[in-house]
């Protein structure tokens, strides 16, 4: 049986450890080549060696996702390697826990730099190489985005990739490129930064890797702008967003506005901390 992405090419963010790694290494299993791309270059070069002491092909590229020309230096790269470019995993990304008083103006912008500035970066530039030849992009985001303690910062910028998965989803649709996102339940060494104990940490890299490697390929051809949660154990796909409950149009006073929370609107109603956010613990 031919392998899932057998002659195509991929870039890999953040793929000198955890996640990253273990999906590049899935991917080159597979069939794909591989750019190993992380701002620890030796930590990628080491992965790419990995990759090619099992008889894959690869090489690597170290720098920031969020500085400007990244995108387009590692999409000449995998070009310049492997003649072409048919797939990019965006899963650079820092955590950043702690309370949202408390967190300085410099945690805050190299957050948002690297989450999604990083993301924009390499998919444009993906998006660009692959228009009209077809291929797939997996922005990496997080139950966190749903709501979670001390991973305000965080999941705001997983919320902001949910946001570009879904518009490049309808935007690649015209250029023969798929776009969905992939939500990872893993024990890392990012989900240790949370301290506490093991429990709801998720599962091995190595176990989620899989589905990053689904999306990537054709056998994922039906979805476009969806996204798949993974914890190693069990496997789900996130409803759109939708406004699911309205109240007809009328004169929308703060008393008729009082009344519609009160009545139809109740049902949409749920307490901060007993919705999803609390059930998607955690990165």
């Known amino acids: 049986m031919a392998r899932a992405l057998e002659d195509r090419a991929v870039i890999v963010t953040g793929a000198a450890r955890g996640l990253g790694r273990a999906y590049a290494i899935a991917a080159a299993r597979e069939g794909a080549a591989v750019v190993v791309a992380d701002v620890d270059a030796a930590g990628a ?23 400007a020309g990244t995108g387009e230096a590692l999409v000449q790269l995998c070009r310049d390697a492997f003649g072409t470019v048919d797939g990019l995993i965006n899963n650079a990304g820092v955590l950043s826990p702690g309370l949202a008083t408390e967190q300085d103006a410099a ?23 692959m228009s009209g030849r077809g291929g797939a992009i997996v922005n ?22 949910l946001g570009l998965t879904y518009g490049w989803a309808l935007e690649g649709a015209n250029l023969g490129v798929r776009v969905n996102a992939l939500a990872p339940l893993a024990w890392t060494d990012m989900s240790n930064e949370m301290g506490g104990d093991d429990a709801g940490k998720g599962g091995a890299p190595d176990a989620i890797a899989p ?32 406004f699911a409950y309205t109240v007809p149009g009328r004169d929308w006073t703060l008393d008729a506005i009082d009344e519609a929370i009160a009545g139809r609107l109740a049902v949409g109603v749920t307490p901060v901390g007993l919705g999803a956010g609390a059930a998607a613990q955690q990165v």
């Open 45 to 67: 070069a080491a992965v790419a060696s990995e990759i090619a002491v099992g008889g894959g092909y690869a090489v690597s590229h170290g720098a920031s996702v969020s500085a």
């Open 107 to 129: 945690t805050i912008r190299n957050t948002i730099d690297t989450n999604v500035t990083g993301v924009i970066n390499c998919g444009t530039a993906a998006m660009r190489a």
């Open 140 to 161: 990496i985001i997080s139950g966190a985005l749903l709501g979670s303690d001390r991973l305000a910062l965080y999941g705001a910028t997983k919320a902001a990739v």
């Open 211 to 242: 589905a990053a490697v689904y999306l990537l390929s054709d056998r994922s051809a039906a979805l476009n702008g969806q996204v798949m949660r993974a914890d190693g154990t069990q496997l789900a796909l996130m409803a759109p967003p939708a």
